[in-house]
């Protein structure tokens, strides 16, 4: 069920020249000039922006008496709420739980925004909505409405606890950079969306997330990331980034559905996936728990100081991102 398929003749610089250009990267992309944008606002630049909480992590994480309080929120494209409503709404629940997981946090409840042409026009995202908080166990307790608008738009935001901290500041050089996937799933078609959870038993999505936490309170490991709309190597870069660091992943050992090329695995979102960047002397047991599980883990590469990220498949390599060069999500510092 992983490793890459031998009819993927792609080169690793074609691939690397197509995440380049994917909506997925660009959207992540945007997120150094907004940052940067409000930066040159505030008084204290972009130190104002990080004065209660680091940027860059899966959620907002507060410091709360013997924990963390955790605030995150997702907004669902356009085009993907009018065209599969439902499945938008389960969405857009499912992406912040896994946020708050991702961060070795507990989900508490969560508010949603929507806009809509009339009533029955958003049933059908409310009724995706309901379905994700009946699996994951997470009350929806408020919101914001407006039902007559031109267009179809949907965001959710989520509050949560942790008593220790997944972060994406945290890799090592030196660290297993692993990856942890659900592959009993199906694509949404045409979305790069791998949807392991609507179909699977409530008791097991909840029990698979609770690894998250268990890794954070046992001292397993320290750094996470929820993998993202950028995809697989989209989200190394995010974690690889924000903790000033760079990696070597190699492809061929990044766990896949048999039947996917890399070339479009790598770009999904996946209903539970994550990375995981865990000191060697932890690997093992970190790897012991997700087979535990029945999921797919596996090393895919190792964490280094050079600033800059390389993909790798047997003798062919090329450099993806070089963080001395260009900034993916990070505003450059001191901008104001």
Not at 94 to 101: A, F, R
Not at 222 to 233: C, E, H, Q, R, V
Not at 262 to 273: E, I, K, M
Request: some cysteine; glycine content about 8%; proline content about 4%.
């Amino acid at each position: 069920m992983s490793g890459m398929s031998g009819a993927n003749t792609m080169s690793v610089a074609d691939l690397v020249a197509s995440l380049r250009e994917s909506r997925g990267f660009r959207h992540k992309t945007d997120i150094a000039r907004v940052v940067g944008s409000l930066a040159r606002r505030l008084p204290g630049g972009a130190r104002d922006l990080a004065q209660a909480v680091a940027l860059g992590d899966d959620c907002a994480a507060l410091a709360d008496g013997d924990g963390y309080l955790l605030f995150a929120i997702e907004g669902m494209v356009s085009d993907f709420v009018s065209a599969m409503p439902w499945f938008a709404g389960y969405s857009s629940v499912m992406v912040n739980v896994s946020d708050i997981y991702a961060m070795g946090g507990r989900p508490l409840a969560v508010v949603d925004a929507l806009w809509s042409r009339d009533i029955g026009a958003a049933e059908q995202v409310l009724a995706g909505m309901a379905a994700a908080s009946i699996a994951y166990g997470v009350p929806i307790v408020g919101g914001h409405t407006n039902a007559r608008s031109d267009a179809a738009q949907l965001a959710v935001s989520i509050v949560g606890r942790a008593k220790a901290l997944l972060s994406s500041f945290n890799a090592k050089p030196g660290d297993a950079l692993m990856m942890a996937v659900d592959l009993r799933g199906r694509f949404e078609e045409p979305y790069p969306f791998w949807n392991a959870s609507v179909d699977a038993p409530s008791e097991r999505l909840r029990a698979d997330l609770e690894l998250l936490p268990q890794l954070a309170e046992s001292g397993l490991c320290d750094a996470a990331k929820d993998i993202s709309m950028a995809g697989t190597l989209g989200t190394a870069l995010m974690l690889l980034e924000c903790s000033k660091v760079g990696a070597r992943i190699d492809l061929t050992r990044i766990p896949k559905p048999t039947d996917v090329a890399l070339s479009r695995w790598v770009t999904a979102f996946p209903s539970f996936g994550y990375l995981l960047s865990v000191r060697q002397e932890n690997v093992a047991a970190v790897q012991a728990l997700f087979d535990s599980r029945a999921l797919a883990c596996a090393v895919i590469g190792v964490v280094d100081d050079s600033l800059e990220v390389s993909l790798h498949r047997q003798n062919d390599s090329t450099v993806l991102w070089d963080f001395k060069r260009e900034p993916f999500i990070v505003a450059k510092e001191g901008a104001r």
